[in-house]
């Protein structure tokens, strides 16, 4: 059993819009340690005329930092002892609790899957009801919420440098996906000395897509569990929620981030089963399902999804993922 942490959100435990290897850790942890990670969301322009009440620590944040690439504003990094470029993070969602009773979204000109369509800015803020897990629309639609962190990933490689939150990739980041709920693990290849995982962006629910830029956008805090595996290759993120396991892939055009994702999903199927290749394609073209994670970040994102009870039979080996589908079946 490791130890507990907690991270809190401030202006010295956040960056605002990038990913960079060369960010120090606010905080060192050991591999199976826990940190609960507080987040907020919102940059100053998504507050204006707030009717509720905003956390002393966004204000702080949005008075005593500034932004830089883009616009997310993630906590950490948080470093993983022992971690080096080439092994494997796994990152256990333990839990995820709303922080406040409102969140926003927001149409902006220009972006979006619509922009021709929607060409205007519209600023929405709503209540969440935290004791029903519900969210009532203005235009009088209640929905159950299932909130998650748009933001979740590790430093990207070195020679990168600075790189903006806005872009999924390799490192993870804005993935955006609405799967990665409390329950889920997400496993991450690390490109850095210490991992330096960070996260935020949070929604409280989400359609696949996130077609018009934003979800319900909110603050969230996180408890996750760290696993660190040596020597683990994974060229892409890699999730496991209660009920699936997910590839992905990030590509500007959309076909190509699909391919991607297949890809992904094959080869892990090969890793994990010892299946040949077109046995694995055949399974997938019976078995798995390719969704839209999102169109609004520059690298669109899809994500394919197989049903873990699917696999329960067919493990193989001491891949990390194969090891979890046992752990948790």
Request: some cysteine; proline content about 7%; glycine content about 10%.
């Amino acid at each position: 059993m490791g130890r507990s942490h907690v991270l809190h959100a401030g202006p010295d435990t956040v960056h605002w819009g990038y990913f960079d290897a060369a960010l120090a850790p606010a905080l060192t942890v050991e591999s199976g340690d826990s940190v609960r990670i507080e987040s907020v969301n919102g940059q100053p322009r998504d507050l204006v005329g707030a009717p509720f009440d905003v956390l002393p620590e966004h204000r702080r944040i949005h008075e005593t930092c500034t932004p830089k690439l883009g616009p997310h504003i993630v906590t950490g990094p948080v470093a993983i002892n022992g971690a080096e470029p080439g092994d494997l993070l796994e990152v256990r969602v333990r839990e995820i609790e709303l922080r406040q009773d409102w969140g926003w979204n927001v149409i902006r000109p220009l972006r979006g899957t619509l922009p021709e369509d929607f060409p205007l800015t519209r600023l929405l803020h709503v209540p969440i009801d935290r004791e029903r897990h519900t969210t009532t629309l203005p235009f009088g639609v209640t929905l159950p919420l299932r909130p998650f962190f748009g933001v979740m990933g590790v430093a990207p490689p070195a020679a990168y440098g600075a790189i903006s939150s806005i872009e999924p990739r390799e490192h993870g980041g804005n993935i955006d996906n609405k799967e990665l709920c409390a329950g889920a693990t997400l496993f991450l290849p690390v490109h850095a000395s210490g991992a330096l995982f960070s996260a935020g962006d949070g929604h409280a629910v989400q359609g696949d897509g996130e077609v018009n830029l934003t979800a319900l956008e909110t603050s969230l805090t996180g408890l996750f569990e760290f696993h660190l595996h040596k020597a683990v290759h994974a060229p892409m993120p890699i999730g496991l929620s209660v009920t699936h396991v997910i590839t992905m892939g990030f590509d500007e055009d959309l076909d190509t981030a699909a391919r991607q994702a297949l890809r992904e999903m094959i080869a892990l199927l090969r890793e994990i089963t010892g299946w040949a290749r077109e046995d694995a394609y055949v399974f997938c073209s019976m078995a798995c399902d390719l969704h839209v994670t999102q169109m609004v970040n520059g690298e669109k994102g899809v994500h394919a999804m197989v049903d873990r009870a699917r696999l329960s039979s067919v493990l193989k080996g001491s891949h990390p993922l194969a090891v979890a589908l046992r752990r948790t079946s």
